[in-house]
């Protein structure tokens, strides 16, 4: 089941032009926010999550 969940992200992940290496990698990364949110880490769309999560992680550097 586990290898079917993969295959299934993967496929879509191609299917929306993403590189599914690259995005599997931005899950694993972002594993907290994708707990919290995860409609916004669906693979046509998590660029724009992984861009928040950008902007929030060098805000919270910026106040350290």
């Not at 599997?24 to 949110?37: G, V």
């Amino acid at each position: 089941q586990v290898g079917d969940l993969f295959l299934s992200l993967i496929h879509t992940a191609e299917l929306c032009g993403a590189n599914p290496f690259e995005y599997l990698n931005a899950l694993q990364r972002n594993a907290e926010s994708l707990k919290r949110e995860a409609s916004a880490w669906m693979p046509w769309n998590y660029t724009a999550a992984l861009k928040d999560a950008d902007i929030t992680s060098a805000s919270g550097n910026a106040l350290s």
